[in-house]
C-alpha cells in the first residue's frame, strides 16, 4: 500500500529534502499567476512568471503573520545545482487572511530565468510568531530555507507549493527518481 507521503507532489519531486523537511500543511495557500492557478508540477515559461504571483493565506486571524520565500532548487542547472537554492523573493509580516500585497518585500522579485533544463520553484509559506525584523541575506545564491527559518524561529511550514519552469523555447522533462 502506498502512504499519502508518497503521493505528495511535493515528496515525490525531491523538493521536501532538497528543500524542505517533511511537513503537514497547516494554512490554507493559494498562488496564481495571470489568473491561472500555480498547483504542484504545473509547468510555466518566465514570460508567464515575469510578474510576482499573486499569493493568498487563508486562515481566520489576520494578526496572525507570515513570511513567504519563493527559491529554484536547482540553480544553476538540475545536473549541477552548484547554486541552490537561489532566492527570487522573500516577504515577511504578511497578515494572515489577506496575501503578499499587504507585506513587507524584505527581497523583491526576481522573474526566474532558467538558461537549461527544468528547475523547481519553490513557494514556502512559514507561520512568524508575531511581527520580527527579518534582515535580507547578502546575496540571493546558495539562500537556505531550512537555516533561515531556523535563524528566524520560523518553525515549520505551514505551506507550499512548487512548479517547474523552463527556458521560453525549452523542451524536455524532469526525470523522477526510481521512474
Not at 515525490?12 to 517533511?22: A, E, N, T
Request: charged fraction near 20%; include cysteine.
Amino acid at each position: 500500500m502506498t502512504s499519502s507521503r508518497e503521493r505528495n507532489p511535493l515528496v515525490v519531486s525531491g523538493v521536501v529534502s532538497d528543500v524542505l523537511d517533511p511537513f503537514t500543511p497547516t494554512t490554507e495557500f493559494r498562488v496564481t499567476s495571470n489568473g491561472k492557478y500555480i498547483l504542484n508540477g504545473c509547468r510555466l515559461k518566465p514570460t508567464q512568471i515575469a510578474n510576482r504571483p499573486t499569493v493568498e493565506i487563508g486562515g481566520d486571524d489576520f494578526r496572525s503573520m507570515y513570511t513567504l520565500i519563493l527559491v529554484d532548487a536547482d540553480a544553476p542547472n538540475p545536473s549541477d545545482p552548484s547554486l541552490k537554492e537561489y532566492l527570487h523573493w522573500l516577504v515577511t509580516d504578511i497578515p494572515g487572511t489577506t496575501g503578499a500585497s499587504f507585506r513587507k518585500e524584505a527581497v523583491a522579485y526576481e522573474c526566474p530565468q532558467p538558461s537549461m533544463g527544468i528547475h523547481r520553484l519553490v513557494l514556502v509559506l512559514f507561520r512568524q510568531q508575531g511581527r520580527q525584523t527579518v534582515e535580507a541575506p547578502e546575496q540571493r545564491h546558495h539562500f537556505n530555507t531550512r537555516e533561515f527559518a531556523r535563524l528566524h524561529n520560523l518553525g515549520d511550514p505551514a505551506a507550499a507549493v512548487y512548479y517547474n519552469c523552463h527556458r521560453e523555447n525549452g523542451t524536455g522533462g524532469r526525470r523522477v527518481p526510481g521512474s
